[in-house]
């Protein structure tokens, strides 16, 4: 159980266009998902916090006009990455945590990651 | 920001335990420490988490000192594929994960 997935794995856009990745929690509701962004031997960044039917709470220097979330649904978040540069190349990941309350113990499930190279 | 130090690198034998350290000296009383691995190229895996007690699992034991200001993750048979980043979190009251830089295991045939 607790399978988080991501699409596309893998994405190649030009720079000025905008690209779009989705996340979704197969197999439990998830009321909060996580954005990361990973550069080449770097740890995780956390970019922001997404709330079902609420707005996204951002991390500080993460730009929101730049980076747009949208967390619809219980299974599914999305990420825009808009007018992208090659700047924004990097390893993007989502996480999803289970449950609707609020615990100490709610564990997150990581998906598998989209590598996004902008040329 | 991170609130957990680890060493940059590790080795370990195949088939030896790898015990892997992690200091969070200013840990709050109810905090969890979470520990995940990450294989070149993927997401991080869930291992364990703890908050007071030792805890163990089919992957890995978690043992947390008396003052809760380190612990330590144990894989008790280290294989191959044991071979990752493995990154141990505290989880802030924002239920927030800060990744530091985490430790790299090499397990040595």
């Known amino acids: 159980g607790a399978v988080v997935s991501q699409h596309p794995s893998r994405v190649i856009c030009k720079s000025g266009t905008s690209v779009k990745i989705e996340c979704r929690s197969l197999d439990f509701q998830a009321t909060t998902m996580f954005w990361y962004r990973q550069f080449p031997k770097q740890s995780l960044m956390l970019m922001a916090t997404?709330?079902?039917?609420?707005?996204?709470?951002?991390e500080q220097g993460v730009e929101k006009d730049k980076f747009l979330i949208n967390h619809a649904s219980l299974t599914l978040s999305t990420l825009t990455v808009t007018s992208a540069h090659p700047e924004d190349s990097s390893f993007y990941i989502c996480s999803a945590r289970e449950g609707g309350a609020v615990g100490p113990t709610d564990t997150q499930y990581f998906g598998p990651g989209t590598r996004l190279t902008v040329l | 920001d991170a609130k957990t130090t680890q060493p940059p690198s590790m080795d370990c034998a195949e088939g030896r335990a790898a015990n892997l350290p992690c200091n969070h000296s200013t840990i709050s009383g109810n905090e969890y420490v979470y520990w995940y691995r990450q294989i070149h190229s993927q997401g991080p895996q869930y291992i364990i988490h703890g908050l007071k007690n030792n805890e163990t699992n089919e992957m890995a034991s978690l043992i947390i000192t008396e003052d809760r200001k380190s612990s330590t993750l144990i894989l008790p048979h280290a294989t191959l594929r044991d071979t990752a980043v493995y990154y141990c979190i505290v989880r802030d009251t924002g239920n927030q994960f800060y990744f530091g830089t985490g430790t790299s295991l090499t397990v040595i045939p």
């Open positions: 997404s709330n079902e039917g609420s707005k996204a709470t951002y």
